[in-house]
């Protein structure tokens, strides 16, 4: 597959600009209801479908099919982050106006993130071809442990990275707006929304190193499996406040999640020595796990509407109040006013001396 450096640039600058528009649209923190939610879904969607059209006629069926399928695996496993985040904004109680500008930050260094992961990974493959067996074994592994522990979730509680960056990081106990740092008593502090920000990009890294060998499955193009990966990415935001409220109803699809990576993790191993699965059949495979999971799901719990996980009674962090905000400090302008005052300060001093100077030579002339 050969992908001119243009059409590279080109799909960065659009993903960068939808980035922009996006946080434009966002920039007033407010609630994001259902409507606005499942309308931005449908925005990213179709931007993901309509690339794949492009790519499938622009470079053929095969290639196409590679890049619906790593999307379709991509946008699967997405969902159990959904489902993270939702508890961890539960557990720490942050208000739902907040969210999206954690989640934007957050989707922001998952692309980087996985696109040195997709980088690593091409490169591996590249140079030592038995990386496939570990990635498959890998996989297999992961499929098996999810279908075991499916009713295990996350504490964040015993969140080894909450411990470490409270220990570490100094933090109020307070969020104050959307801000990620404050500046209290002269004193640089982190607000519990960094916290919570840093745990969420933790996350998405160990969900990572799960959906990269995944979608190396089923194509070895990286140009399909970064633009995958990024179009699936993309729609997060929107998917977690369409589906947040429903976690309680997607009952069979972490074991739908399971079995798309042990095939996946199947069809690596058939690739390596055996014969290679049509990209048809597989990406039908994946499709059918996926729906008779949700289908299956939503038939289980028909009657049950939407319902937010419950917070704990008494919450790790609270909101501040308009008198605690009022009295902050500015965060990054602190060390500029001190440089102007300084400035000003020797300015005027030096014009003193040299108004003392100019008296003293005055004084000297009349006698």
Do not use: C
């Not at 179709?46 to 290639?63: H, L, Q, R």
């Not at 997060?236 to 993790?265: E, N, P, Q, S, T």
């Not at 609270?318 to 300015?347: D, F, G, I, K, M």
């Not at 040299?354 to 003293?360: G, I, K, L, P, Y």
């Amino acid at each position: 597959m050969d992908v001119p450096f243009w059409i590279w640039a080109a799909v960065l600058a659009f993903i960068v600009v939808m980035l922009a528009v996006d946080l434009f649209a966002h920039r007033r923190a407010h609630v994001i209801g259902v409507r606005e939610a499942a309308i931005w879904s449908g925005v990213w969607v179709a931007f993901g479908v309509a690339f794949g059209i492009i790519v499938w006629m622009n470079w053929g069926a095969e290639f196409g099919q590679q890049y619906f399928a790593g999307y379709l695996i991509e946008k699967s496993l997405s969902v159990d982050n959904v489902f993270v985040w939702a508890i961890i904004f539960s557990y720490f109680a942050v208000p739902r106006e907040f969210q999206h500008r954690v989640l934007f930050l957050g989707v922001l260094g998952a692309l980087v993130f996985r696109a040195i992961f997709i980088a690593a990974g091409a490169v591996l493959i590249q140079n030592f071809s038995w990386i496939l067996y570990v990635f498959a074994a890998f996989l297999l592994y992961t499929g098996w442990r999810m279908i075991r522990q499916r009713n295990d979730h996350l504490n964040p509680e015993q969140s080894i990275v909450l411990r470490g960056f409270r220990r570490f990081v100094p933090m109020t106990e307070a969020y104050h707006g959307q801000k990620l740092l404050i500046r209290r008593n002269g004193v640089l502090l982190a607000t519990p929304l960094l916290a919570v920000l840093v745990l969420i990009e933790v996350t998405d890294i160990v969900f990572a190193v799960d959906s990269i060998p995944a979608i190396f499955a089923v194509t070895d193009e990286v140009f399909l499996v970064f633009t995958a990966n990024a179009f699936a990415i993309l729609g997060l935001r929107a998917m977690y406040f369409l589906l947040a409220d429903l976690i309680h109803r997607f009952i069979y699809l972490k074991i739908g999640l399971a079995l798309v990576l042990i095939w996946v993790g199947i069809k690596m191993l058939l690739k390596i020595d055996l014969f290679y699965i049509p990209t048809t059949f597989s990406l039908a495979v994946v499709a059918t796990i996926i729906t008779v999971s949700i289908v299956a799901s939503l038939l289980a719990t028909r009657g049950q509407g939407r319902k937010a996980l419950p917070q704990p009674t008494d919450p790790p962090f609270r909101v501040a109040t308009e008198e605690e905000n009022a009295e902050l400090e500015p965060v990054w302008r602190r060390r500029r006013r001190h440089t102007l005052t300084s400035q000003r300060t020797e300015t005027a001093n030096s014009d003193e001396d040299e108004d003392d100077r100019e008296s003293a030579g005055r004084d000297g002339g009349a006698r």
